[in-house]
Structure formats: structure tokens, C-alpha cells
């Protein structure tokens, strides 16, 4: 499975950006998917996760209430819309999915496939 994610870019703080992940494969479909992000210099970051369905969802607390992640089987596209950005949200954000019997997990060692990464960048 290859994930494609895009949507990264420049963005005020306070301004709001919305992230999409597109699969190769129908697969995708029966997977759960997840969005990390890493900055220099530090540890990739777990921020949301959502089941196949997209009934249940788990989010990382630095993004609870800000970010909201949400998929289109139909078109094998996840989303993470941002908002309330901050100097802070800066990083390579990352879509990611795994088919394990593990529910929403927010481990990196879970996901078995990964997205190349989006640059969002967000100025104070």
C-alpha cells in the first residue's frame, strides 16, 4: 500500500489547514489509520487515529480539540483538518495504516505503512 499525503504549506498562527492522505489500494478501506508528525529534533509524535468505519476516533492531548481526523472510503482519502494552529504544530506530519487487531493505537511500530510526510508550517 502507498499512502500519498499532501496538503502541507505556510500558514499564520490561529489559521487552519486541512491535511489529505490518498491510498493506492481498496485496502485501505479495512484499515486503521493514523497522523503523527515530527519536528527537528524530536520523537515522532502521535495525533490521531480512526477506525476502518470511521466510527471511533482517539487523538494525541496536544491536538485534542483542535484537530479532527476524518476518512472517505468511498475515495481512499483520510483528512486531518487543523485548526487554531500554532508556532509549535510546525513539522512533517505523517498519515499512516495498519490492519493488526490493535485498536487505534498510538505507537509508530504499529503502522505498517507510511506516507512520504507533508511540511506545515505555521508562523507566529
Known amino acids: 500500500v502507498q499512502l500519498q499525503a499532501s496538503g502541507g504549506g505556510l500558514v499564520q498562527a490561529g489559521g487552519s489547514l486541512r491535511l489529505s492522505c490518498t491510498a493506492s489500494?481498496?485496502?485501505?478501506?479495512?484499515?486503521?489509520m493514523g497522523w503523527f508528525r515530527q519536528a527537528p529534533g524530536k520523537e515522532r509524535e502521535f495525533l490521531a487515529a480512526m477506525s476502518s468505519r470511521g466510527h471511533v476516533t482517539r487523538y494525541g492531548s496536544s491536538v485534542k480539540g483542535r484537530f479532527t481526523i476524518s476518512r472517505d472510503n468511498a475515495k481512499n482519502t483520510g483528512y486531518l483538518q487543523m485548526t487554531s494552529l500554532k508556532p509549535e504544530d510546525t513539522a512533517v506530519y505523517y498519515c499512516?495504516?495498519?490492519?493488526?487487531?490493535?485498536?487505534?493505537?498510538?505507537?509508530?511500530?504499529?503502522?505498517?505503512?507510511w506516507g512520504q510526510g507533508t511540511l506545515v508550517t505555521v508562523s507566529s
Open positions: 499512516a495504516t495498519h490492519n493488526r487487531p490493535i485498536w487505534l493505537s498510538n505507537s509508530t511500530g504499529v503502522y505498517d505503512y
Open positions: 489500494l481498496r485496502t485501505f478501506r479495512t484499515s486503521i
